[in-house]
């Protein structure tokens, strides 16, 4: 063991609750004690968990709005140069940069491209796909997605002391207590 009560070969400990109000309660607690590198799993969305674990800082919206700006200006500038530069055609005296014709294409790309940026941006920001997951070592961790609850305090924490944590999610009353292995 380390100065710090970490074992590296530990990813972290994780309760087992049967609510998600023992589980919303149990992330309340765990961040008020000082803990920072803490997960939560969960079938559905538990309303107050993200504020909870605060995860109040997402990068999807600055990330779309890159999307928006380079889909916006790439196509105005692809159709300027299409229309003005490369092939500069002169019907009925209009003018070669009409930007009111280019609106809604630009329009339309600037929306698709926003949209491709939000799902691969949120997919990536989100490490997915994710295959592989410490905390499929654990077996009843495949009721995460039918009916429990989890909590996970990961072994990197700066203030993670194994027996520390495992005392402090035993006194949070969930159904069991297990250690996930690298």
């Not at 380390?2 to 765990?30: N, Q, V, W």
């Not at 490490?127 to 609850?149: C, E, I, K, N, W």
Request: overall charge negative.
């Amino acid at each position: 063991m380390s100065a710090a009560g970490e074992r590296p070969d530990l990813y972290g400990i994780m309760a087992e609750f049967e609510t998600p109000e023992a589980l919303l309660r149990a992330a309340r607690e765990a961040r008020s004690a000082g803990f920072v590198s803490v997960d939560a799993f969960s079938p559905f969305a538990v309303e107050g968990l993200a504020e909870a674990l605060d995860f109040r800082r997402t990068w999807v919206p600055p990330v779309v709005l890159l999307g928006g700006i380079i889909g916006c200006a790439g196509s105005y500038a692809l159709q300027y140069w299409a229309s003005a530069l490369a092939y500069p055609i002169n019907v009925g005296g209009r003018p070669l940069n009409s930007w009111p014709m280019f609106v809604p294409v630009t329009f339309e790309t600037t929306v698709l491209i926003s949209g491709l940026f939000a799902v691969l941006g949120m997919l990536a920001l989100n490490g997915l796909p994710q295959p592989y997951h410490p905390t499929f070592h654990v077996p009843r961790f495949q009721f995460a997605t039918s009916d429990r609850f989890f909590l996970l305090i990961e072994s990197t924490d700066p203030i993670f002391d194994y027996q520390t944590v495992r005392d402090f999610l035993h006194s949070l009353n969930p159904r069991e207590v297990n250690d996930v292995p690298h």
